[in-house]
């Protein structure tokens, strides 16, 4: 009988088994990607009976992510000593915005370059703009009457706000335990804080291995999403907009290959190495297009490819696919510029920085969801007076082009997290891929169990 790698069998079905267990996970993915585009390619359309594989990922994607964000998140606030919270939450606020900025300036100047609209025919577009709602209104509505409510209705600055406020308590009622005077009343405070700390970290770690069994799925879902994806819209519908899809792939990959990169390095740490271990983050958020949707590949890579305490992940990743959208904020610099062009509109000096402005405002409110840039894309247009069916002229390239712009959001989330995590101790740089001599994957998808049934082979 043939003998394969090691002397194992090859035609043996566990040892097939056994070594398609063991190939890296991102090397799934990126089959998974190219099969999806080459089947989509192929038999077109027709291609759509898959879709189901791909809503069933991202159904289980969408499952364990509230709960994930809820449970890590608590676990995360209440292992922070309140003094240091304030801190961590100031610097995380400030790297935000502050790639946010730069990444609209970014966009801007590459749209203004490149002129994205200049020999665009305009025909008509419909386009009926989404209900806006005032920034009060949007205020009160993150604050949840009912916090269930708003985890089962995958609410998530709502149930961020919640888990902030619910973690904050805890560590408070920890840290009173210490100074309680009585010794009954500490004995009670210790035993009450523990024992809902301890829930929450037996809840996260429950949580964390749902996140392997799930994305041991991923490269069948990306696969069905990338067919179908390819399969509807095909490649005719690029041409058109050549200028536009190469003004934004342009300034994403500005951001990505060379502002990120030099953040990194003047921080110490390898951009080579932190793509490395971004990486599988990176295709998900690629393929799902959904910051929300790739919170648990993003959190899974942050602890065990890039070594960052879970305390801290635990609490800047989840804002991050709230408020931190430089990918997005690309898209509306880029189309507000495509607009002015094929519209007429001659913007001065002072409209563009307008635009810059309300453009990072907008996208902090941009949700994590698939083209959720188009729902805060009127915010940016309408601030100086560009019309609104602008936004129905992209829509049919959209999807692709979100590809790549929810791809530049993730990896800007845990860019930052890996600055906060270097200037505050709380990266591990002998472990994960900062250690040369470890090949970086996901251990969370190893099982003992499987290890050990492999070597009784």
């Not at 079905?13 to 398609?20: G, V, W």
């Not at 523990?194 to 964390?208: H, K, L, N, R, T």
């Not at 490649?235 to 060379?258: D, E, N, Q, R, T």
């Not at 472990?431 to 492999?454: S, Y």
Request: charged share 15%; aromatic share 10%.
């Amino acid at each position: 009988m043939k003998k394969g790698i090691n002397g194992l069998c090859l035609y043996r079905p566990m040892n097939i088994l056994k070594a398609y267990r063991r190939f890296p996970l991102v090397y799934k993915i990126l089959i998974g990607f190219a099969a999806g585009i080459i089947a989509g390619l192929v038999f077109g359309e027709s291609i759509s009976s898959v879709a189901l594989l791909g809503d069933l990922f991202l159904r289980a994607l969408k499952m364990i992510t509230m709960p994930l964000v809820f449970f890590t998140l608590v676990l995360g606030v209440a292992s922070i000593e309140p003094a240091k919270m304030g801190r961590i939450f100031g610097k995380t606020l400030f790297w935000y915005l502050f790639t946010t900025l730069v990444a609209a300036i970014i966009g801007v100047s590459i749209a203004l370059a490149i002129n994205p609209g200049a020999g665009f025919s305009y025909t008509g577009v419909d386009y009926t703009p989404a209900e806006q709602t005032s920034f009060v209104d949007n205020l009160v509505s993150w604050i949840p009457t009912n916090p269930f409510k708003a985890i089962v209705e995958f609410q998530l600055i709502p149930t961020i706000i919640f888990a902030l406020l619910f973690g904050i308590c805890l560590s408070i009622l920890r840290g009173a335990a210490a100074k309680a005077e009585a010794p009954d009343a500490q004995a009670r405070l210790k035993r009450v804080g523990d024992s809902v700390y301890d829930f929450f970290a037996g809840a996260s770690e429950v949580m964390y291995k749902m996140v392997g069994i799930v994305l041991e799925f991923s490269p069948y879902g990306t696969f069905a999403l990338t067919a179908t994806v390819v399969g509807e819209t095909g490649i005719s519908i690029l041409l058109p907009y050549g200028k536009f899809i190469l003004s934004m792939f342009v300034s994403l990959v500005i951001i990505l290959a060379v502002f990120y990169s030099l953040l990194l390095r003047l921080y110490g740490l390898s951009p080579f190495r932190f793509y490395r271990g971004a990486k599988e983050a990176m295709l998900a958020a690629f393929v799902t297009r959904s910051s929300s949707g790739t919170l648990p590949v993003t959190m899974t890579c942050a602890g065990e490819n890039l070594s960052i305490d879970r305390d801290l992940y635990a609490f800047t990743l989840p804002l991050g696919a709230t408020i931190n959208m430089n990918g997005s904020v690309v898209t509306h610099m880029t189309t507000a510029i495509f607009a002015a062009t094929i519209f007429g509109v001659n913007l001065g000096i002072g409209q563009i920085a307008t635009l810059i402005l309300v453009a990072v405002m907008a996208a902090v409110g941009t949700a994590g969801v698939p083209m959720g840039s188009l729902i805060t894309m009127s915010i940016t247009l309408g601030a100086v007076g560009l019309p609104l069916e602008a936004i129905g002229l992209i829509i049919g390239i959209y999807v692709i082009i979100d590809m790549m712009i929810t791809c530049v959001n993730v990896t800007g989330d845990i860019m930052c997290t890996s600055i906060i995590a270097k200037s505050e101790g709380m990266m591990d740089l002998g472990k994960g891929v900062w250690n040369p001599r470890r090949e970086p994957q996901l251990e969370e998808f190893a099982n003992p169990e499987d290890e050990k049934a492999d070597e009784a082979i």
